[in-house]
């Protein structure tokens, strides 16, 4: 039960970071770092579940970690400072180990016990993970409650949101009991071309919903990013 529980728990806290990164750059640039999740859950599930891919996946994912540093360097900077990640690819690496641990328990624990049994406790952890935010954020004095920001369609949206996010969580988990927890990490890596898709519409046609730089320096870089991951994805599944 401790190891599930503990799993659901950082199912929680991983969208700590990942929300503050969010709110730091965006969501096409954010998005695609969680291609490092492959990276992590590889080496945690070579630690502790014994699944060990060939040595061209590995290739894979050298290609991966160079295309998301790529995509997280600050090309403003003069010198040799753009080579320093932004603030943003810290916590989505910490966002993304996090992640990781919380797949790998998951995957340890329905080994023995099954899956159903194991998506129930995992999710008692996730309200376990859950609760601990209102607490963290009133004894830091960071909660700052505005009733009125609260209507009924923002809360409509929040509900729609975690619906979604639950069952696509819920597919995500029981992937990992038809094949290694490390290539299923790879398949959610195809993420970011859906929200970079997303972000470029919305910016195009309801700039009011959201607005990112589509720049074509930017968007180019992007592009690329995108590309030598999606390269580095197909060369760990074949």
């Given at each position: 039960m401790l190891p599930i529980i503990l799993a659901g728990i950082f199912l929680a806290l991983y969208l700590v970071p990942y929300l503050q990164a969010l709110s730091l750059e965006d969501a096409s640039t954010v998005i695609p770092l969680f291609a490092f999740v492959p990276v992590m859950t590889l080496i945690l599930s070579s630690l502790f579940l014994k699944e060990f891919l060939l040595p061209k996946q590995f290739v894979g994912f050298s290609i991966i970690f160079i295309g998301g540093l790529m995509l997280s360097v600050n090309?403003?900077?003069?010198?040799?400072?753009?080579?320093?990640?932004?603030?943003?690819?810290?916590?989505?690496?910490?966002?993304?180990?996090?992640?990781?641990?919380?797949?790998?328990?998951?995957?340890?624990?329905?080994?023995?016990?099954?899956?159903?049994?194991?998506?129930?406790?995992?999710?008692?952890?996730?309200?376990?993970?859950?609760?601990?935010?209102?607490?963290?954020?009133?004894?830091?004095?960071?909660?700052?409650w505005k009733p009125k920001a609260l209507t009924p369609t923002v809360s409509l949206i929040f509900i729609l949101d975690k619906l979604i996010e639950v069952a696509g969580q819920a597919f995500g988990a029981y992937a990992t009991t038809l094949a290694p927890v490390a290539l299923v990490g790879i398949v959610s890596s195809t993420q970011p071309f859906f929200v970079f898709l997303f972000a470029v519409i919305l910016s195009i046609w309801f700039p009011q919903i959201i607005k990112e730089n589509l720049s074509r320096k930017v968007v180019l870089t992007k592009l690329i990013c995108m590309v030598m991951m999606f390269v580095g994805i197909i060369i760990l599944t074949f």
């Open positions: 090309g403003n900077e003069k010198g040799f400072a753009w080579l320093k990640p932004r603030k943003a690819f810290l916590l989505m690496m910490l966002s993304c180990l996090i992640f990781s641990f919380s797949s790998v328990l998951f995957k340890f624990v329905t080994l023995n016990i099954g899956y159903w049994t194991t998506l129930t406790y995992e999710y008692f952890g996730v309200g376990v993970g859950t609760s601990l935010f209102p607490g963290y954020l009133v004894i830091s004095n960071k909660l700052k």
